[in-house]
């Protein structure tokens, strides 16, 4: 691979010492230039200088590198006016431009006044903008220590520019949940110290590699819109407990493993880390058909939000509202094997019945959306985005429970709350006496009650759900467990009752 060194040439006086990569690898010079280019054996030097600069110590810089391949003097200004700042810039992009497969090495150490600033700004411009992509990148400084026995190490900071690195690809996970740039800065970080561990002898290496799978998972499953993926996981067991953990929390845990030993070298990166991990935070959960998931998908529409990234909010959206009326897991849990396609359709019929305004304006805004605006009267994005933002706000409150309304069962048995319970039904009031003045628009209700009772619960705007069975004549009027109502096919019809009186 070739080697490149850009250095800075100034006008202050240079003692000879020796420049040490390492204690037994040295070069006696006045000049670091001379010593960084016999210790890295590179092959050609560009050296950045004013007149002064080159009039002072030009003669003695050739002089030490008169062995070297390729010396190319670059002048710069002194960088006294503002566009002779600029003028600086030029000549540094230019300079630190190179070919593919090639080893950069930039050396700071006798850059004058806004050098070295210009410099790093340089080279992190060119490295954002993806030139140098397939460049092998170091910054080195030479500390001159000028006692006895006058040995002066050379630093290599290049862990500064990789830090700029991290906050860029961070920076662009936080603002568009992408996360490409982030893991190829994760797997260079990786492979670098792999290389330096391997070296030394060394085998320990730290847990970088995991951090990559779960940011590469984490920001594919925000690509796609993996709801279920995002917050649980995947597989589930017939108890609906999650064998896997959701991709958010996969992150979360790789995040804290990389923190301690990547911050124990570079401490400046934890307030990336802590930077990545808030877009994840608030989205895991155990169950979806739970409050805590309610929350999490309440939080997930609001993090597309964030992202501006406004069809994916409006499918979480919708299928949140979905979930809250569905009348168990099986149309909810959709990771699991008991996902039931019909009993989600149905949750969509019972949200049209209970909610048909609601369901239309988010169907509006979802549809204007997904077809581009090609509608005989599209909104303006400022307006469609603007009632989206205001649908999420009503009716996903992250405060828990499930969006709007509460959920009352109304039973005095302890087999039906048990078979509720096993349902993963989300109740919010159990009474043995429901209080009908209690119940307001956009609740459920679940029970046996009485026709009069029922019409009075559907006249306030709530929905009803009744508990029905087949119950054999002989068994009526005796106490059920759990296991009696699951045998007798117990289960939750949505009834509308009208008084026509």
């Known amino acids: 691979m070739k080697k490149r060194l850009v250095t800075f040439l100034g006008t202050g006086t240079y003692s000879e010492t020796l420049y040490e990569r390492s204690e037994d690898n040295g070069c006696h010079t006045k000049y670091v230039a001379h010593a960084i280019a016999q210790l890295w054996a590179v092959d050609e030097v560009v050296v950045l200088a004013t007149d002064k600069a080159w009039k002072t110590h030009g003669e003695g810089l050739q002089q030490a590198l008169e062995n070297q391949p390729s010396l190319d003097l670059r002048k710069i200004p002194d960088g006294k006016t503002q566009a002779e700042l600029w003028e600086q810039l030029d000549v540094l992009l230019e300079a630190l431009r190179v070919p593919e497969e090639t080893e950069l090495l930039l050396d700071i150490t006798h850059g004058f006044r806004s050098q070295p600033f210009f410099a790093a700004g340089a080279l992190g411009l060119l490295r954002m903008a993806g030139t140098l992509d397939n460049v092998r990148v170091s910054v080195l400084y030479g500390r001159y220590l000028p006692d006895e026995p006058k040995r002066s190490p050379i630093w290599d900071l290049t862990a500064m520019m990789e830090l700029l690195d991290w906050a860029h690809g961070a920076a662009v996970l936080t603002a568009t949940g992408q996360g490409s740039s982030l893991v190829a800065v994760a797997q260079q970080a990786d492979n670098t110290l792999r290389r330096q561990l391997a070296m030394a002898g060394q085998r320990n290496f730290p847990p970088t590699k995991p951090l990559i799978t779960a940011i590469e998972d984490f920001t594919r499953d925000l690509a796609t819109?993996?709801?279920?993926?995002?917050?649980?996981?995947?597989?589930?067991?017939?108890?609906?407990?999650?064998?896997?953990?959701?991709?958010?929390?996969?992150?979360?845990?790789?995040?804290?493993?990389?923190?301690?030993?990547?911050?124990?070298?570079?401490?400046?990166?934890?307030?990336?880390?802590?930077?990545?991990?808030?877009?994840a935070q608030g989205l895991p959960a155990r169950r979806l058909a739970s409050p805590e998931g309610d929350r999490a998908m309440a939080r997930l529409a609001r993090r597309y939000l964030?992202?501006?990234?406004?069809?994916?909010?409006?499918?979480?959206?919708?299928?949140?509202?979905?979930?809250?009326?569905?009348?168990?897991?099986?149309?909810?849990?959709?990771?699991?094997?008991?996902?039931?396609?019909?009993?989600?359709?149905?949750?969509?019929?019972?949200?049209?019945?209970?909610?048909?305004?609601?369901?239309?304006?988010?169907?509006?805004?979802?549809?204007?959306?997904?077809?581009?605006?090609?509608?005989?009267?599209?909104?303006?994005?400022?307006?469609?985005?603007?009632?989206?933002?205001?649908?999420?706000?009503?009716?996903?409150?992250?405060?828990?429970g499930h969006a709007p309304g509460n959920t009352w069962f109304v039973t005095r048995h302890p087999g039906a709350i048990e078979w509720a319970e096993r349902r993963g039904l989300q109740v919010d009031h159990q009474t043995d006496h429901l209080q009908v003045d209690e119940v307001r628009a956009g609740d459920t209700v679940i029970g046996t009650l009485p026709v009069h009772l029922a019409a009075r619960v559907c006249a306030r705007g709530a929905r009803y759900l009744h508990l029905s069975l087949n119950l054999p004549p002989e068994l009526r009027g005796r106490e059920l467990s759990a296991d009696d109502l699951e045998r007798f096919g117990a289960r939750l019809e949505p009834l509308r009752v009208v008084c026509g009186c």
């Not at 909010?313 to 959709?334: C, D, M, Y």
């Not at 149905?346 to 979802?366: I, L, Y």
Request: proline content about 5%.
């Open 225 to 279: 819109v993996r709801i279920a993926s995002i917050i649980t996981g995947y597989a589930q067991d017939d108890n609906a407990k999650p064998k896997a953990r959701g991709s958010a929390q996969r992150l979360l845990e790789a995040l804290e493993q990389y923190r301690e030993e990547a911050t124990a070298a570079l401490p400046a990166l934890s307030v990336v880390l802590e930077q990545i991990s808030a877009v």
């Open 306 to 400: 964030e992202l501006e990234r406004y069809p994916e909010a409006a499918i979480v959206l919708r299928e949140a509202l979905v979930s809250h009326h569905a009348l168990g897991p099986e149309a909810i849990e959709v990771n699991c094997t008991a996902f039931d396609t019909s009993a989600r359709q149905t949750s969509e019929r019972r949200w049209g019945e209970a909610d048909r305004d609601t369901q239309r304006a988010v169907a509006e805004v979802r549809n204007d959306i997904e077809h581009g605006g090609f509608r005989p009267q599209p909104q303006s994005a400022d307006k469609l985005t603007r009632n989206l933002q205001q649908l999420i706000e009503r009716h996903l409150p992250e405060r828990g």
